[in-house]
């Protein structure tokens, strides 16, 4: 499957598909007049970056953490990667939530001065 087909099928943005060659992380593909070919393997680390880019890693942390894919016995370090993403985002959650609350509170004013 080529870099376009890829994009297309998957929806996976032609920026990330870029960036993943240019980090050497699809060595291991074939380039088929000068196009290189991507197979199930890379459509799964595809996908994996994609996830990433979701859950707010940014550029140099999505690299370090598929760099790290390929090191052994990393699992620690990319947990550490994600419970850090993990806290990032309850700690938002709860700035949401409080911010819901205060703007429940000033309808609940509203509503009672009727």
């Not at 598909?17 to 890379?42: H, S, T």
């Not at 700690?91 to 000033?106: A, G, N, S, T, V």
Request: hydrophobic fraction near 35%; aromatic fraction near 8%; charged fraction near 35%.
């Amino acid at each position: 499957m080529t870099l376009q087909e890829a994009s297309d099928q998957y929806q996976i943005p032609f920026h990330i598909l870029k960036e993943y060659e240019d980090w050497g992380l699809c060595e291991a593909a074939k380039k088929v007049v000068g196009e290189r070919q991507y197979d199930q393997d890379d459509l799964e680390r595809l996908g994996l970056i994609t996830t990433l880019y979701d859950i707010v890693f940014s550029t140099e942390e999505v690299e370090v953490y598929m760099r790290l894919l390929e090191e052994p016995k990393s699992e620690q370090t990319r947990l550490r990667m994600l419970n850090q993403r993990r806290d990032a985002a309850l700690d938002e959650l709860h700035l949401r939530e409080r911010l819901l609350q205060r703007l429940d509170y000033l309808r609940h004013e509203i509503q009672n001065q009727k």
